[in-house]
């Protein structure tokens, strides 16, 4: 069975730092790459960041939305099949539930303004997260 495991949200004050937990198990982890979303109310889902294997040298690639660059850390306990989102000095409108999901053939690289290509095989539940000002 698929899984992914989202948790890690909660309360936090603006300026504050959350880090998010993503559990897979059921599929080839390596095949896919992982990629954090989030949906704030009345707004569409996005996709915020995403990590995927690279090569020899550096093994793993990671991706961030441009409105994100420095603030969210992606990162990857590969012996747990765990994908990571550290965010920092968050703020109100950071507020939303966060989703992981996982897609085949992706390559995360860089930064840019939509995780567009990034298209799900699978999905997690959602944590929420709440930033008061």
């Known amino acids: 069975e698929v899984q992914l495991q989202a948790s890690g949200g909660g309360l936090v004050q603006a300026g504050g730092s959350l880090r998010l937990s993503c559990a897979a198990s059921?599929?080839?982890?390596?095949?896919?790459?992982i990629g954090w979303f989030r949906q704030a109310p009345g707004k569409e889902r996005e996709g915020v960041s995403c990590?995927?294997?690279?090569?020899?040298?550096?093994?793993?690639?990671?991706y961030y939305l441009d409105s994100e660059k420095g603030r969210f850390t992606i990162s990857i306990d590969n012996a747990k099949n765990t994908v990571y989102l550290q965010m920092n000095r968050l703020k109100p409108e950071d507020t939303a539930v966060y989703y992981c999901a996982a897609a085949r053939y992706y390559y995360c690289s860089g930064y840019g303004p939509s995780m567009k290509g990034f298209r799900p095989d699978y999905w997690g539940q959602g944590t929420l997260v709440t930033v008061s000002s």
């Open positions: 059921g599929f080839a982890f390596d095949d896919y790459a």
């Open positions: 990590i995927s294997r690279n090569d020899d040298t550096t093994p793993y690639s990671t």
